[in-house]
T-cell receptor, first 112, second 114 residues
């Protein structure tokens, strides 16, 4: 099955700086890669996603890049704010779609 | 966007009792729903796939008699933790597919077995 690895496990940045989280996956058939933000005691919230036919996608301060050849994708958050502090999970779709394999999570802390 | 509602958000039960968790897709139909389990500071692990009108598919190592899943309608799936024990305490999250690739998640249920 799919194996998704995520780094780093914890990340602290100063407010206003950028944060980068990286993930790798093993199954070349995966074609959809969402990123989720999870706040304490809540379910994951989709923040951005990318499909395999796209190399980069941006939504305001958040961007995601995908390298299908190398099987890795990254989340970039610019101009970080304290409210960005949360646990972020990357995921890769299964061969059948809709079902995801999650990375191990990155706890992001933005220091005011 | 599409909304998936999960109920209850938290529950405390005594060891040996059963607990039912509901997952509803509020503004779209879902013939399939997924149930995940998350231990503190860990990732989400897929437990089972719920299928409307047929049996659920369980991931390896998940006890189907312990975690009963019923997909009663196109908008409702339930997970029942039977004869709960303290080691079943966890955060349970459901998701419903939306479109070909996407999925939306419920807000999760914190189960504590005492």
């Amino acid at each position: 099955g799919e194996n998704v690895e995520q780094h780093p496990s914890t990340l602290s940045v100063q407010e206003g700086d950028s944060a980068v989280i990286k993930c790798t996956y093993s199954d070349s058939a995966s074609n959809y890669f969402p990123w989720y933000k999870q706040e304490l005691g809540k379910g994951p919230q989709l923040i951005i996603d990318i499909r395999s036919n796209v190399g980069e996608k941006k939504d305001q301060r958040i961007a995601v890049t995908l390298n299908k050849t190398a099987k890795h994708f990254s989340l970039h958050i610019t101009e970080t704010q304290p409210e960005d502090s949360a646990v972020y999970f990357c995921a890769a779709s299964s061969r059948t779609g809709n079902q995801f394999y999650f990375g191990t999570g990155t706890s992001l802390t933005v220091i005011p | 966007g599409a909304v998936v509602s999960q109920h209850p958000s938290w529950v405390i039960c005594k060891s040996g009792t059963s607990v039912k968790i509901e997952c509803r897709s509020l503004d779209f139909q879902a013939t399939t729903m997924f149930w995940y389990r998350q231990f503190p500071k860990q990732s989400l692990m897929l437990m089972a796939t719920s299928n409307e009108g047929s049996k659920a598919t369980y991931e390896q190592g998940v006890e189907k008699d312990k975690f009963l899943i019923n997909h009663a309608s196109l908008t409702l799936s339930t997970l029942t933790v039977t004869s709960a024990h303290p080691e079943d305490s966890s955060f349970y999250i459901c998701s419903a597919p939306f479109g070909i690739l996407e999925a939306f998640f419920g807000q999760g249920t914190r189960l504590t077995v005492v």
